[in-house]
């Protein structure tokens, strides 16, 4: 195994693959180089003298600079460099963008065809309160149904309970509505029982509006206050629920229908070098395909902003991505925090030191193909390709963004390692082998063995055929121990 990599010619730090001692000698681009102190993989290094000041540059860009002079071989880390970002930037459209050859091979995955046209890669059963005081009687009437009914046939039952949906205002309460509405409809779900309580402001006729059309046969709604026995009423209702989702059938289906979220979290100084670049490669041959991804974390956008709008597919593109930026910046500037306050305490450990370290990482996963729309929170895909989307960086606040918007699964890249699933399928990448190793009971595939011996196309074959088993049904990690939450994104006063 390698002991580091040179990401980019111009770079003047690289990446130990391995913890390397001090006092090892190197070889870099032919020349012997001592190494000054210990480097822990995923660290950074010199390749050569830094002046205090000057740029540090990995990926062939700049992602901070030298707070003092840097010898050759010395760490390269918090301790001696930091951001050049701050504040709110103008931008220019400077179209670059890159093909995206289509694909010969017709690849297909087994997937549920619903009344809409839409499709699903689960045939699952749902409670979706309407506000949280509900939470607590759905969990009772599942427990009911599983304990009397004994259901077979179908992948899961589930209540994705939250806090919301009650004493909110404005963005706050349309964005329940709105995320609650889009998991109401998701093509995952072969039943869905909507539970209300009767006073809430997410009162269920009012919901109803916010959802406008809907499967009669796969929705139903229960307002608790109005009935005298909830438990016996929603236990009829799931039952009713059940016996019609329960003959429905995988069938053949183009993987031009796969609507796949891109999202990382715990990243290391492995992830712009090993799992985000999967993703990106896998981004591609998707799309190549007819399918669709989508791309988040607009705060780990920052620093690498330039890269997406030189991508956007036209002037309106270009200019809704701007908004998307810049209008996030101005959430942080309005709470008065700070813009550039990333990466985290365990991204930092693992290797990452500033926002543009981690944003040039973290954008890899979007492949190069163009970006042909940009998402509001909770709007859903409308155009087939590389999609952006509104939402925080926040591991579960994002994934249920992803799955929202219609994704009907989650990649998730990993160099730290995380057990949390979202309510549709989320797939745990490691960047290392260590972790896959580690933690074989969270992560779902390794991404480590390329900075092994395996290439890059060995590598996105297996993924590939391995995304297609689970799009046919193959549980992941976060399913098989029943880890499933939702999480909506609030920014405003509770009453």
């Known amino acids: 195994m390698k002991q580091f990599v040179k990401i980019n010619s111009i770079d003047n730090v690289a990446v130990a693959l391995i913890d390397i001692d001090k006092n090892v000698s190197i070889l870099v681009d032919d020349?012997?180089?001592?190494?000054?102190?210990?480097?822990?993989?995923?660290?950074?290094?010199?390749?050569?003298?830094?002046?205090?000041?000057?740029?540090?540059?990995?990926?062939?860009?700049?992602?901070?600079?030298?707070?003092?002079?840097?010898?050759?071989?010395?760490?390269?880390?918090?301790?001696?460099?930091?951001?050049?970002?701050?504040?709110?930037?103008?931008?220019?459209?400077?179209?670059?963008?890159?093909?995206?050859?289509?694909?010969?091979?017709?690849?297909?995955?087994?997937?549920?065809v619903r009344g809409n046209g839409s499709v699903g890669i689960r045939n699952e059963l749902w409670i979706v309160p309407t506000v949280g005081c509900v939470n607590g009687i759905a969990e009772t009437i599942i427990n009911r149904f599983k304990k009397e009914v004994k259901p077979e046939g179908i992948d899961a039952i589930e209540v994705f309970k939250h806090n919301y949906g009650c004493s909110q205002?404005?963005?706050?309460?349309?964005?329940?509505?709105?995320?609650?509405?889009?998991?109401?409809?998701?093509?995952?779900?072969?039943?869905?029982?909507?539970?209300?309580?009767?006073?809430?402001?997410n009162y269920i006729s009012a919901f109803k509006e916010t959802i406008n059309e809907y499967d009669e046969e796969r929705v139903k709604f229960l307002v608790t206050q109005e009935v005298s026995n909830e438990i016996e009423e929603g236990l009829k209702l799931l039952t009713e629920l059940y016996e019609k989702m329960k003959k429905a059938q995988r069938v053949e289906t183009s993987i031009s229908?796969?609507?796949?979220?891109?999202?990382?979290?715990?990243?290391?100084?492995?992830?712009?070098?090993?799992?985000?670049?999967?993703?990106?490669?896998?981004?591609?041959?998707?799309?190549?395909?007819?399918?669709?991804?989508?791309?988040?974390?607009?705060?780990?956008?920052?620093?690498?902003?330039?890269?997406?709008?030189?991508?956007?597919?036209?002037?309106?593109?270009?200019?809704?991505?701007?908004?998307?930026?810049?209008?996030?910046?101005?959430?942080?500037?309005?709470?008065?925090?700070?813009?550039?306050?990333?990466?985290?305490?365990?991204?930092?450990?693992?290797?990452i030191t500033t926002l543009e370290e981690k944003s040039l990482g973290c954008t890899q996963k979007g492949g190069k193909a163009m970006v042909v729309d940009v998402l509001k929170y909770g709007e859903i895909i409308n155009k087939k390709?590389?999609?952006?989307?509104?939402?925080?960086?926040?591991?579960?606040?994002?994934?249920?963004?992803?799955?929202?918007?219609?994704?009907?699964?989650?990649?998730?890249?990993?160099?730290?390692?995380?057990?949390?699933g979202s309510f549709v399928p989320t797939m745990k990448i490691s960047t290392n082998s260590h972790l896959f190793n580690l933690k074989p009971h969270w992560i779902d595939f390794n991404a480590g063995g390329l900075v092994e011996d395996a290439s890059m196309e060995e590598v996105l074959e297996q993924f590939l055929h391995y995304i297609i088993k689970v799009a046919s049904g193959e549980l992941v990690n976060n399913e098989k121990n029943n880890f499933r939450e939702i999480a909506i994104f609030k920014t405003g006063v509770t009453l």
């Open 169 to 201: 205002l404005g963005d706050d309460h349309a964005n329940t509505q709105a995320i609650l509405g889009d998991i109401v409809k998701h093509p995952n779900a072969g039943g869905v029982l909507v539970l209300g309580l009767g006073c809430e402001n």
């Open 385 to 420: 390709g590389l999609n952006l989307l509104n939402s925080p960086g926040n591991d579960l606040v994002a994934a249920t963004a992803l799955g929202a918007s219609g994704c009907q699964m989650v990649l998730f890249t990993t160099g730290r390692g995380t057990p949390f």
């Open 31 to 112: 020349k012997a180089l001592l190494l000054k102190e210990d480097i822990k993989r995923g660290h950074k290094f010199s390749l050569s003298d830094i002046n205090s000041g000057e740029n540090i540059i990995k990926y062939g860009a700049p992602i901070g600079h030298a707070t003092k002079e840097i010898l050759c071989g010395e760490w390269v880390h918090s301790h001696n460099m930091k951001t050049n970002l701050e504040g709110i930037n103008d931008y220019t459209f400077q179209q670059e963008l890159s093909d995206v050859t289509e694909a010969d091979a017709k690849l297909t995955f087994k997937g549920y």
């Open 257 to 351: 229908e796969l609507k796949i979220g891109l999202k990382c979290g715990g990243s290391d100084g492995l992830s712009g070098i090993t799992a985000n670049p999967l993703l990106g490669a896998f981004s591609d041959l998707l799309i190549s395909q007819g399918g669709t991804t989508v791309l988040t974390e607009v705060p780990e956008m920052f620093g690498a902003e330039t890269i997406l709008m030189s991508r956007a597919v036209d002037k309106n593109v270009f200019n809704q991505t701007v908004e998307l930026i810049n209008n996030f910046k101005q959430y942080f500037i309005e709470h008065k925090q700070p813009v550039y306050e990333n990466p985290s305490p365990g991204n930092k450990e693992g290797g």
